[in-house]
């Protein structure tokens, strides 16, 4: 079983708004990503999560914060986000292996619209 | 730092024919891993085939291999009895192993694969 599930599937949202993405895997992964992809663009990273620990933080605007409450559960909190922040938010978990092996499962993305 | 070139934005090929996507990497590292992703119009991310760049045979999965050159820095996808499903937006992805964290993947900007039926 590979799958990363996610919530919500659609979000629309006002500039003012406070939201919260939701992410899970039950696959024993001690990785957890968050990718924003524009349209027509390949997925960036925002951040990653080891061991529930924040390891990786590509200098995402404040707006944004992640959030790893267990092993299995990944959050984004969202407030006063701009429309230009309107993207797909893709997750992804992977084992952390020694050797680094470990291969990126992705979540359906949560489709984001900020009005 | 690690760069990814897919220099075809956009590629046609008729059903059940053989279609291969180029992808090229820039790293000074030795060991590294190369992936191709699809992702149909659902934007489902999803796994197609991996290569480790210490192994030198090509990676194969069912109608997908790889035709990987280590020393030419290439990693080209090759489709065989192309189907309709297959069209799909293809990436390619780099990724070093991770030491003390957990590094993310690093895309070329896609190809968008066309099943003409």
Same mark, same amino acid.
């Given at each position: 079983?590979?799958?990363?599930?996610?919530?919500?599937?659609?979000?629309?949202?006002?500039?003012?708004?406070?939201?919260?993405?939701?992410?899970?895997?039950?696959?024993?992964?001690?990785?957890?990503?968050?990718?924003?992809?524009?349209?027509?663009?390949?997925?960036?990273?925002?951040?990653?999560?080891?061991?529930?620990?924040?390891? +990786?933080?590509?200098?995402?605007?404040?707006?944004?914060?992640?959030?790893?409450?267990?092993?299995?559960?990944?959050?984004?909190?969202?407030?006063?986000?701009?429309?230009?922040?309107?993207?797909?938010?893709?997750?992804?978990?992977?084992?952390?292996?020694?050797? =680094?092996?470990?291969?990126?499962?992705?979540?359906?993305?949560?489709?984001?619209?900020?009005? | 730092?690690?760069?990814?070139?897919?220099?075809?934005?956009?590629?046609?090929?008729?059903?059940?024919?053989?279609?291969?996507?180029?992808?090229?990497?820039?790293?000074?590292?030795?060991?590294?891993?190369?992936?191709?992703?699809?992702?149909?119009?659902?934007?489902?991310?999803?796994?197609? +085939?991996?290569?480790?760049?210490?192994?030198?045979?090509?990676?194969?999965?069912?109608?997908?291999?790889?035709?990987?050159?280590?020393?030419?820095?290439?990693?080209?996808?090759?489709?065989?009895?192309?189907?309709? =499903?297959?069209?799909?937006?293809?990436?390619?992805?780099?990724?070093?192993?991770?030491? =003390?964290?957990?590094?993310?993947?690093?895309?070329?900007?896609?190809?968008?694969?066309?099943?003409?039926?």
């Amino acid at each position: 079983d590979t799958e990363v599930t996610q919530t919500p599937k659609h979000l629309v949202m006002g500039m003012t708004n406070k939201k919260s993405l939701k992410c899970e895997q039950h696959m024993g992964h001690r990785a957890m990503y968050w990718y924003k992809q524009k349209a027509k663009k390949p997925p960036e990273l925002m951040f990653v999560y080891s061991y529930e620990k924040l390891s +990786i933080n590509e200098s995402v605007p404040s707006r944004f914060s992640p959030e790893c409450p267990n092993s299995s559960l990944l959050n984004l909190h969202l407030h006063a986000l701009q429309p230009e922040d309107s993207a797909l938010y893709l997750c992804a978990s992977s084992q952390r292996v020694a050797g =680094g092996r470990e291969t990126q499962y992705f979540g359906p993305g949560t489709r984001l619209l900020v009005l | 730092a690690q760069t990814v070139t897919q220099s075809q934005p956009e590629m046609s090929v008729q059903e059940a024919e053989t279609v291969t996507l180029s992808c090229t990497y820039d790293t000074s590292e030795s060991d590294y891993y190369l992936f191709w992703y699809k992702q149909p119009p659902s934007r489902q991310m999803i796994l197609v +085939i991996r290569q480790e760049a210490y192994k030198q045979q090509n990676a194969t999965e069912n109608r997908f291999s790889v035709n990987f050159q280590k020393a030419a820095k290439s990693f080209s996808l090759k489709i065989s009895d192309s189907q309709l =499903g297959d069209a799909a937006m293809y990436f390619c992805a780099y990724r070093t192993p991770s030491g =003390g964290g957990a590094d993310g993947l690093t895309f070329g900007k896609g190809t968008h694969l066309i099943i003409q039926p």
